[in-house]
Nanobody, 124 residues
Framework: QVQLGESGGGLVQAGGSLKLSCAATGRTFRTYTMGWFRQAPGKEREFVAAISWSIGRTNYADSVKDRFTISRDGARNTVYLQMISLKPEDTANYYC?????????????????WGQGTQVTVSS
C-alpha cells in the first residue's frame, strides 16, 4: 500500500504561482511513477503531469506545458508541482497519484493510488 498526502493549495490571483507537494508513505519502493491530475466542478478528472521516479522522465498536458514543472525528491519521497502564470481555468482540486509502473502515463485508469486532493483557486 502507498499513502499519498497533498499540500500547498490555496487562493492566488491570475498570473501568480503555487507549489504543490505530495508526500508518499508506505511501500514507496514499489512506486515507479507519480502523477498530478485535477478536477474542476462538473468536469472529469484530467491529467496534468507525471514523472517516472527512477529516471525522471516527465509528461505534461498541453494546457500546462511551459507553465507547470513536476519534480521529485527521492530522499523525502515527495513529488512537487510548481505552477506559474496561473490562469482562472487552472482552478480545480489537484490530486496526486501513484502508478506501479515506470511509464509516465496520462491515463487516470493507469494509476493505482490516489491522494485526497488539494484545492487550487485562481481569481481573475
Amino acid at each position: 500500500q502507498v499513502q499519498l498526502g497533498e499540500s500547498g493549495g490555496g487562493l492566488v490571483q491570475a498570473g501568480g504561482s503555487l507549489k504543490l507537494s505530495c508526500a508518499a508513505t508506505g511501500r514507496t519502493f514499489r512506486t515507479y511513477t507519480m502523477g498530478w491530475f485535477r478536477q474542476a466542478p462538473g468536469k472529469e478528472r484530467e491529467f496534468v503531469a507525471a514523472i517516472s521516479w527512477s529516471i525522471g522522465r516527465t509528461n505534461y498536458a498541453d494546457s500546462v506545458k511551459d507553465r507547470f514543472t513536476i519534480s521529485r525528491d527521492g530522499a523525502r519521497n515527495t513529488v512537487y508541482l510548481q505552477m506559474i502564470s496561473l490562469k482562472p481555468e487552472d482552478t480545480a482540486n489537484y490530486y496526486c497519484a501513484a502508478r506501479l509502473d515506470s511509464g509516465a502515463s496520462s491515463a487516470t485508469r493507469d494509476y493505482d493510488y490516489w491522494g485526497q486532493g488539494t484545492q487550487v483557486t485562481v481569481s481573475s
